[in-house]
């Protein structure tokens, strides 16, 4: 699976690596490309997953999102733990 801003790849990984999450996929960090990525100062805090860091990519602004250090009881509800994982959303397309 890819992650594509464009003709730009973010994250590429095998799809049994990843995490579905309420419909988002989330990638592995060793499988993002850090270096596209910027902190967002935007505020989020998921009432069963916990505090979020969104990141702008290639200037647009919280395209995609991670969970640092999800809730316990996140990781349980998941069964896996998707600490660091990261997600994408808005113009980022994410496929085969």
Request: with cysteine; aromatic share 14%.
């Amino acid at each position: 699976m890819r992650a594509r801003l464009g003709d730009t790849v973010i994250a590429e990984a095998d799809e049994d690596d990843l995490i579905s999450i309420e419909g988002n996929w989330y990638f592995p960090p060793d499988s993002v490309a850090w270096e596209l990525l910027e902190k967002s100062p935007t505020p989020y805090t998921c009432a069963w997953k916990g505090n979020c860091q969104y990141y702008t990519v290639d200037g647009h602004t919280d395209n995609a999102f991670a969970y640092p250090d999800p809730l316990p009881s996140a990781i349980d509800r998941v069964g896996k733990d998707f600490s660091g994982y990261v997600a994408f959303w808005q113009d980022v397309q994410v496929g085969r």
